[in-house]
């Protein structure tokens, strides 16, 4: 929908002034503090223009007006300027992830934290569906007279190594023949994938060399995450209940309820196709009735082309857009860098 210039001054003049406020905005308000050179009757005039537009609305009678989804929604697509962040801000971003910080737990931690006290708002933050990664190579490497490395190389570029005992008898050659039939048997399944018939098999072709196969398969239950697909962490879920629009116990009640129901959780943090970059959606834009008075900001991380999992922020909708697409944007990217450098052992 086409919108002339003054009209887009002014929604993002009530914009604005709403987010920082909470109150609704009368053209007198608007005519004081934002200096558009225009008499406060023709701001009047405007604002009636926009509501029949459905841009804003009227909470009730005499009062001023309110963006409306509509107008919050043409203002992230069509006004909106991010902001920057600050030297604070992004210091403790890059403090957050410099430390050397090896468990994707304490990281996905951190990336909620940082995400709620950055905002203020609530955050969400998705456990990245490593059950769904497959082996990529098995190799077990002779070190020493006794000892062996394997190597265990996933498709999400994860590499993961560990020293084993071995009987001191043992050759590469041996350790190469034992890394062919693991290959040949294990390439391409997830571990959750390895049926008692497939160990069978590999056992049955390894009958000579099962010391070490057993030591192979442990090492193989034990590197590879075995958490829960699609887990969940919450951070800062009472900074969006100190927000003015949820002092109302009930609904309160009703986004908590929600909060405790994980398949509806996982449901709002899905992005339209998978999609790369930030997506926004706006009240009644998201799925669960219950937040239909929140906006939700989400982004997904990723190592290399494979998107791992989904990072966001709830909050009312009248939330600061412009300042927790900028938070989320670089979060997103952060966790992406630092999940890279721990899953392909640069950590």
Known sequence: MKMDERKQQILLAIIKDYIDTAEPVGSRTISRRYKLGVSAATIRNEMADLEDMGFIEQPHTSAGRIPSNLGY???VDCLMQREQLTEEEEG???NGYED?????????NRTGRLLANLTNYTALVQTPRMGISTVKHIQ??????????IIVVMDTGAVNHQIISIPENITQQDLDQISSVLNAKLQGRTMGSIRLTLIKEIYFELAKHRNILDLAIELMKD??????EDKIYLEGVFNILNQPEFHNVDKVKVLLS???QEDKVKDILKQPNQGLGVTIKIGSENSQ????????ITATYQIGDRILGTIGVLGPTRMDYAKVVTVVDSMSRNLSRTLERILKGNG
């Open 73 to 75: 929604r043409y203002y």
């Open 92 to 94: 403790a971003i890059r």
């Open 100 to 108: 050397k910080v090896r468990e994707v737990g304490e990281v996905l």
């Open 140 to 149: 077990l490497v002779l070190m020493a007279s006794g000892q062996a490395m």
């Open 223 to 228: 590197k590879i995450p075995s958490v829960k």
């Open 258 to 260: 929600l909060l405790e």
């Open 289 to 296: 009735q219950e937040i239909q008075d929140c906006s939700m």
